[in-house]
T-cell receptor, first 114, second 112 residues
Framework: NAGVTQTPKFRVLKTGQSMTLLCAQD?????MYWYRQDPGMGLRLIHY???????AKGEVPDGYNVSRLKKQNFLLGLESAAPSQTSVYFC?????????????FGPGTRLTVT | GENVEQHPSTLSVQEGDSAVIKCTYS??????FPWYKQELGKRPQLIID?????GEKKDQRIAVTLNKTAKHFSLHITETQPEDSAVYFC???????????FGKGTMLLVSP
């Protein structure tokens, strides 16, 4: 099993450009999450999904959109990138709550917006 | 919503010493408290967790304690080793919710 994978690993964007980050998991998890990690700020939740076709806002959703068309994939989109979105982005997945709460993280995507 | 405070932000110890990292949470409905370890350039990984019906949990050199009355929980690492050097994050989950709120992290440095 590959676990949680993320594509791409690195990306440089210019202000105003758009891009999509892909997260895939092969553990049949119901729940998926997108976080951003900035120095001294910990892991902050952007959006999450509790099942195929569902999405919900997290702590810092502005400037991002998500989609969960397939259970195994969770996409994070930036429509018009800004320098403030320079960060490391982590995707995570977990079983349905009540079975296990552990979140399994992907390897991260380092995004730089110039 | 939940708010998690984590202290200290950095912690330096000598190999073989003990290390303690403390977190406080704000919502008394929180019932699940995991700790994640993130090595430099790597992804966070769960190292230990505790549920609100338990006061302490141990796994070899690491332990977590929970004080529900005071709304704080702590990570204890004994006999620290250089490979324990990493950033440690605490988190809390409110009962019935599907998300975690993370603390800002503690960078632990273990010197040989």
């Amino acid at each position: 099993n590959a676990g949680v994978t993320q594509t791409p690993k690195f990306r440089v964007l210019k202000t105003g450009q758009s891009m999509t980050l892909l997260c895939a998991q092969d553990m049949n998890h119901e729940y998926m999450y997108w976080y951003r990690q900035d120095p001294g700020m910990g892991l902050r939740l952007i959006h999450y999904s509790v099942g195929e076709g569902t999405t919900a806002k997290g702590e810092v959703p502005d400037g991002y959109n998500v989609s969960r068309l397939k259970k195994q994939n969770f996409l994070l989109g930036l429509e018009s990138a800004a320098p403030s979105q320079t960060s490391v982005y982590f995707c995570a997945s977990s079983y349905q709550a009540g079975v296990s709460y552990e979140q399994y993280f992907g390897p991260g995507t380092r995004l730089t917006v110039t | 919503g939940e708010n998690v405070e984590q202290h200290p932000s950095t912690l330096s110890v000598q190999e073989g010493d003990s290390a303690v990292i403390k977190c406080t949470y704000s919502d008394s409905a929180s019932n699940y408290f995991p700790w994640y370890k993130q090595e430099l350039g790597k992804r966070p990984q769960l190292i230990i967790d505790i549920r609100s019906n338990v006061g302490e949990k141990k796994d070899q050199r690491i332990a977590v304690t929970l004080n529900k009355t005071a709304k704080h929980f702590s990570l204890h690492i004994t006999e620290t080793q250089p490979e324990d050097s990493a950033v440690y994050f605490c988190a809390a989950r409110i009962g019935g919710y599907s998300t975690l709120t993370f603390g800002k992290g503690t960078m632990l440095l273990v010197s040989p």
